[in-house]
């Protein structure tokens, strides 16, 4: 079987970075599969990164390899991640993108120690990460690597809030039609509303709505949708319409559900 190599980074795809990493990766490993997941993520935002790659990896099969160059330059730790959870690695700076996407233990996570100013460390992906990625998908050995740690660095993030009236959520992903997805979870909601009365508070009490619609297309053009997606997240959205600017929401925006 090919090996499948992924990439999620915030280098837009005008730079030559994208070619660079994945020519020195094919000159050691021939029979191997690129899938670009994304490289639209807002510079270092390593939550947006984590969010995008939590949403798709599990479609991938065991041992694929994940190469995440988001913030990925070193501090002056120079510490460098690398994990196996769900059969698949994972591979980053070590800035907290898989507590971010991993809901358990690792399976195997090793520090990689690379000091602040190694050579080529302005590029990473291409000095360290590829090089880790040919090694691993030669090898697998991830104890080999590094120093074996028994959980990855996690902070909170990607998780709504529950207090005993309310849902404190909010905006983590704009998507490409301006539709604002939150981290408030259908699973959440079923558990604490479910049944009750309800409001949806949109950035302040002044916007709000009490309906979760099935579609988009349960309510007419220009109006307010509300919605739990295909990712189980309660989605903000505008029918034929821009959500994020018309209703002035962006990431980190406040998105509340009030419950009775």
């Not at 997941?37 to 947006?48: G, K, L, R």
């Not at 996690?154 to 704009?174: C, K, S, W």
């Not at 959440?188 to 297309?217: A, C, M, W």
């Amino acid at each position: 079987m090919k090996q499948i190599i992924t990439f999620t980074t915030d280098w837009n795809n005008s730079d030559y970075y994208i070619g660079a990493v994945k020519a020195s990766i094919i000159a050691k490993i021939s029979d191997v599969v690129f899938v670009d997941i994304s490289h639209d993520i807002e510079s270092f935002s390593v939550s947006q990164a984590a969010f995008i790659l939590k949403s798709v990896y599990k479609k991938f099969p065991a041992d694929t390899i994940h190469i995440i160059g988001v913030d990925s330059e070193p501090d002056i730790n120079g510490k460098i991640l690398a994990a196996k959870y769900d059969s698949q690695y994972f591979i980053c700076n070590d800035n907290g993108c898989t507590g971010l996407i991993f809901e358990h233990k690792p399976e195997t996570a090793v520090i990689i120690q690379t000091g602040f100013a190694f050579e080529g460390c302005s590029f990473t992906e291409l000095n360290v990460f590829s090089d880790i990625a040919i090694y691993i998908s030669k090898n697998g050995n991830l104890s080999d690597l590094g120093n074996l740690v028994d959980d990855v660095s996690r902070f909170a993030g990607l998780t709504a809030q529950i207090e005993p009236d309310m849902i404190n959520g909010e905006v983590i992903y704009i998507d490409s039609y301006s539709n604002a997805i939150t981290n408030i979870t259908k699973e959440i909601f079923d558990e604490y509303v479910s049944g009750k009365k309800f409001e949806i508070l949109l950035n302040t009490n002044q916007l709000k709505t009490d309906r979760i619609h099935p579609s988009y297309k349960s309510v007419d053009k220009g109006e307010l949708v509300c919605i739990f997606n295909s990712l189980g997240l309660l989605e903000i959205a505008i029918r034929e319409g821009k959500a994020s600017q018309l209703l002035s929401l962006n990431r980190k925006s406040s998105i509340r559900i009030r419950f009775k």
